[in-house]
């Protein structure tokens, strides 16, 4: 029989605000262990958590981009379960009511447009930071109360590679609406998949795994593949499948059982009132927010006329995408600047290890740069020199060219000089070129590039070779 | 609504509680009364009245994103019953 994997994501993502959810303590990164705690995030007997504004806008834009309808009201619940990195014995969550529900991510894989419907997304709080040692278990509460956003997809997903796109979208999505910075090698978005089969054609869903622990778009994937693959071997043992929560070991690269699933009970919260949101505080929300990656690189291939590819991929982050807006508004080749910017700034970041904003080479500096060459002052081959220079240093093109004597020579009685010399110490080669070999020629222009180590401009020494020739 | 000696156990399962055998039977029959004790209340008509959370009627009370004091380590650690360089010290719990 022929099995289909079905796949549902829960990710969690950390939204950027300054304090926590519901106190003030700070939500800064790499503090001393519990030195951003307080009688609210301990849950001290007494203490009363009132929450942060910021913690409700951020989740409305989070929805927003993710095509969610935001409901008008919703509230908190405590999810009551024991574990040592919840210092209150409930984590506050949104069970009863969430924030926002039916939302979707279109995806393309294989150039087929999918629909990942998300069932809903709510607001939570994140919990401690535990360390096993041997014997004992140290416990960090400075990540307790920071402020969550999850979001739950329907399992809409069939293979790892649409799980991988998916992630990649809802990033991309979530960091244009400056929601979070979603780096999961940080912890700042963490995702749970739930994986089961069944046969392919039918309808029914059947007993899952939740498999836990990856901490890359690419350990996901693996897992994801890992897990269908050994659920198949299940299935042809005849194992009965049961519901439990597995691990992804990324060393051996195996999935291994961590605990049955128990669901945790939730109540209300009694010290939280509801969130009642108007019209008007979401579409000044919406207000907010910039053009997302899709509709930007449709219309990066609409208004420049450059490649899907090319569009899609200067799109892939806001910052990139201002910066290529900025170089276009500079100079006014589309295409020349997309290139560049593929193939020499982003092989150099790539390389350095930094973002587009840590970047030296201004738009400004980039296009003045691409000038140069139009003008004839340096060649391609030379600029591609000269713009790792300009990377390294963040001084201007000119003043490069400038100061390392590297600009091209389009000075006619500079190069008549050169080309004579050249003529003279080459007669066999002339006499080779005047009977009519014209390879020759081609000898000529690059004795006279050698001699000027490469400053020349070919076309012009072109054009007086042959002109002296005939 | 009758409450089970297996209901007491997984209770006391997930409140990671030993109890012994009349604890379970004392526990049960104890549960057992006051969930019935509170069954009452569904003998009220509640059909109109809508669920609450809070007695009062607040909505939206939200604070500024201000980032204020935290405690001392010192005082947070204060009613550890083990701590060490900063942590609070748990028996080790992998599940």
């Not at chain 1, 994801?224 to 042809?236: A, G, L, N, T």
């Not at chain 1, 961590?258 to 929300?285: N, Q, T, W, Y």
């Not at chain 1, 003008?375 to 990377?391: L, R």
């Not at chain 2, 001392?72 to 719990?93: D, S």
Request: with cysteine.
């Amino acid at each position: 029989m022929e099995y289909e994997a079905i796949i549902g994501l829960e990710i969690h993502v950390q939204s950027k605000t300054e304090s926590k959810m519901f106190c003030s303590c700070s939500t800064e990164f790499g503090a001393p262990p519990n030195s951003q705690v307080c009688p609210v995030c301990l849950g001290l007997p007494g203490a009363l958590p009132v929450l942060n504004e910021k913690v409700v806008e951020q989740a409305v834009k989070a929805a927003l981009v993710l095509n969610c309808d935001v409901l008008k009201v919703s509230s908190f619940d405590k999810k009551i379960y024991f574990y040592p990195d919840l210092p209150k014995g409930y984590q506050i969550s949104q069970y009863y009511q969430p924030l926002a529900k039916s939302g979707y991510v279109d995806i393309k894989v294989k150039n087929k447009r999918r629909r990942v419907r998300i069932r809903h997304l709510h607001m939570e709080e994140d919990v401690g930071k535990l360390i096993h040692q041997k014997g004992m278990s140290l416990v960090d509460f400075n990540r307790a109360s920071l402020p969550l956003i999850e979001i739950v997809a329907e399992p809409d997903i069939r293979s790892s590679e649409e799980a991988g796109e998916f992630l990649m979208c809802l990033r991309s999505n979530l960091r244009y609406a400056g929601v979070s910075e979603c780096n999961m090698e940080e912890g700042s978005l963490r995702c749970d998949a739930n994986v089961s089969l069944r046969p392919l054609g039918t309808r029914k869903l059947y007993t899952k795994t939740e498999v836990k622990n990856m901490n890359s778009f690419k350990h996901v994937m693996k897992a994801i593949e890992y897990e269908i693959k050994r659920q198949k071997r299940s299935v042809k043992k005849g194992e009965a499948a049961v519901l439990h929560t597995r691990c992804w070991d990324p060393e051996r690269g195996v999935t291994v059982p961590m605990r049955g699933k128990a669901p945790a009970p939730c109540i209300s919260h009694s010290d939280l009132g509801p969130v009642i949101l108007d019209e008007e505080f979401i579409a000044s929300l919406r207000s907010q927010l910039p053009e997302l990656p899709l509709d930007r690189s449709e219309r990066f291939i609409q208004q420049y006329g450059i490649p899907a590819s090319d569009a899609s991929i200067l799109t892939s982050s806001k910052e990139l995408a201002d910066y290529y807006e900025e170089c276009v508004k500079l100079y006014k080749k589309p295409k020349v600047i997309a290139n560049w910017i593929m193939s020499d700034l982003l092989r150099e970041l790539k390389e350095k290890d930094i973002g587009i904003r840590e970047c030296k080479v201004s738009p400004e500096h980039l296009a003045e740069m691409i000038t140069l060459i139009d003008k004839g002052s340096i060649s391609g081959k030379m600029a591609k020199d000269v713009f790792v220079e300009m990377f390294e240093t963040g001084e201007k093109a000119s003043q490069i060219v400038k100061e390392k004597g590297l600009a091209q020579i389009s000075d006619k009685e500079a190069l008549v000089k050169i080309v004579d010399k050249t003529l003279q110490e080459n007669p066999k080669v002339v006499e080779d070129y005047k009977k009519g070999k014209e390879k020759a020629l081609g000898y000529l222009v690059g004795q006279v590039m050698k001699e000027t180590k490469g400053r020349a401009n070919p076309k012009l020494v072109n054009k007086l070779l042959e002109k002296k020739l005939k | 609504m009758k409450i089970s000696k297996k209901d007491v156990e997984y209770v006391a399962k997930l409140a990671k509680l030993k109890l012994s055998e009349k604890e379970k039977e004392k526990f049960t029959k104890q549960l057992d009364q006051i969930l019935k004790y509170v069954d009452k209340l569904n003998e009220l008509d509640t059909e109109k009245v809508k669920p609450t959370s809070h007695v009062l009627p607040l909505k939206n009370v939200f604070r500024e994103d201000k980032v204020g004091k935290s405690l001392e380590v010192e005082k947070v650690l204060e009613n550890a019953p083990e701590k060490a360089r900063g942590f609070f010290k748990v028996p080790k719990i992998i599940d």
